[in-house]
């Protein structure tokens, strides 16, 4: 075994002053470690602006060579290629790799863009036609004609709201004529929205694909974002097959309700009392916040026109019933910093995350001189057929093509590994087989730049190969403490009790008193309990069971007690009676309750029994296996700290 030497060495070619992060500042065996990784470690765990002395960094040294000494004994013992801790670590890692495999200049550019759209509202129609999501080019084509077409015939002359009831494929353009009223950012799918904000107000945009089909887009109008508002309403229902007469009953209560309010009657006593909807009347009328699309039409509009607070509607109509509305509060936009993590999570929930995925792919091929053999692509797809729209798609006919599909930082990709690729993921869908083709080498590009891209993020960001170590030790290390130490305390149960018996002097109870604490409601329950307590002293046979069932036979809550033996300051009401056998004058309980405390006994210091102090006595057991530990690997492995190196941290 090698003898520890723990050496702070001088440096011979360096001063103080001009330590470098490539200088080993510690050794444990063979493994280095240099200041640039120590201070990465100690940084993080000390404030950049708080006071670093001579004393502090010595200290930190000590704790820092027991956890490197910890972690090179769980690799020589191969805790690194067990299972568990691979797997562990592998699923660590993608988490950590999330935010390095992102174009972050493009992702701010779309929380930036959605920021933007928030200042405005946009009310537009529109008219669908609608196709398959991933339909044939022929019916993609045909489908983008009509659009064409049907928009010709309004730019000449035809209304906007008649094409839409005539040749739209959304059902509800028959009522509405395509109107969809006024959106904000988030509420359309990104292209549909990237249309309608980009296209000027009485104009309409050329065809529009999304994944509904395309759409004419007309925008009828613009105007600055009115926010959130909380409102209160009162409501009278109304059936959708509801009769004239009882419309006009509803609007006549609605009315008498509007009288009310004018009168200055409370808006919150009326809807408690008279508003038919019974889930918001009992709050009085209020309505959680809402902004722009959340609400139908009518209400929205009549909500949104209040400007003052505690400003009223007059009646109006919406398809569940008669209402009257009052301003309760208004939100306005935030501020970008207030929402940008907001917006950053829609954004990644949102349709724009394909957009997302482009722009990284993107980013990777130019990164990474990507170049395609298109030709060879043509080879695989020769042998194609419907079978792989089935997932059934057999490659047998292929097995001669290995020529190079493209390469990425000289990286070769072949006709095989595509192939390969190909009966990997093939799965039954309605897709043309081409087109399912098609899209499963765009998914075989994509994931094979991405795949590169996340095996070189410890070579070009050394951030994330620093916190990717931090994880690597910190498994590591809880996994060989947890056989070493922690769970080896609790299964030693001979070592355990060895261990206490040779340290009873450590496991004393001090001074204690036993005694009883009588909790009482009121001071008619502490008399009653105080004759019951008097009579115990005189009748010992008597249990806190006979007490209860005395003064708890009109109600259970009149009396609780709680009886045991009380260490000094572990119980207030206890410390407040004194050391004094006998029983406490009164103690007011700060609910009200009136507490009795009846003193039995004083107890002398005693030794206590492993089972009273079990945690306590394991804690310690598993600090002393943690010491013993420690000095059989400061023996096993030649320690070396350079002071200099370490000390010019001092500031």
Known sequence: MKKNVLVFCIGLFCSLSFAQNNEVILSVGEDNITLGEFKAIFLKNNHNDSIITKEYLNDYMQLFINFRLKVKEAKELKYDTI???VNELAMYRNQLAKPYLSDNQFDEKLIEEAYERMQEDVNASHILFAIAEKATPTDTLKAYKKATDIRNKILKGMDFYHAAKQYSDDKSAINNGGSLGYFTVFMM????????????????SKPVRTKYGYHLIKVNDKRKAIGEVKVAHIMFKLAKDASEEAINISKTKIEEIAIKLKNGEDFSDLAKQFSEDRATAVKGGSIPWFGVGKMVKEFENAAFLLQTIDETSTVFKTPFGWHVVKL???????????????????VNQDSRNALRDKALISKIKKEYNFKQYSSRLNEISKYIDESLSKGKWASEKTNLLKRNLFVLDANYYTQADFIAFILANQMQVKDNYQTYFNDLYKAFVSESCLSYENSRLE??????KSLLQEYTDGILLFDLMDDKVWTKAIKDTLGLQTFFNNNKENYMWGERVEAKIYTC????????????????????????????????????????????????????????????IGISKNIKGKDGSIIIVDILALIPPQQKELSETKGKVISDYQDFLEKQWLDELKEKYQVRANAQVLHSLIR
Do not use: C, W
């Open 83 to 85: 299972a568990a801790f």
């Open 189 to 204: 799918v990104y292209p549909f929205e990237n249309a309608a904000y980009n296209t000027e107000i009485g104009k309409i």
């Open 328 to 346: 309760l509060e208004k939100k306005p936009i935030p501020a970008f910093e207030d929402v940008k993590d907001n917006l950053e999570k829609k």
């Open 459 to 464: 070579e070009k960001y050394p951030e994330f």
């Open 521 to 580: 409601i009121d001071e008619t329950v502490a008399k009653k309990t105080l004759r019951q307590i008097k009579k115990r002293h005189r009748m010992l046979y008597l249990t806190d069971e006979d007490v209860l069932k005395k003064v708890n036979y009109s109600s259970p809550l009149n009396l609780q007690i709680l009886g045991k033996k009380y260490s000094q300051q572990e119980n207030d009401y206890v410390n407040e009676a004194g050391r004094n």
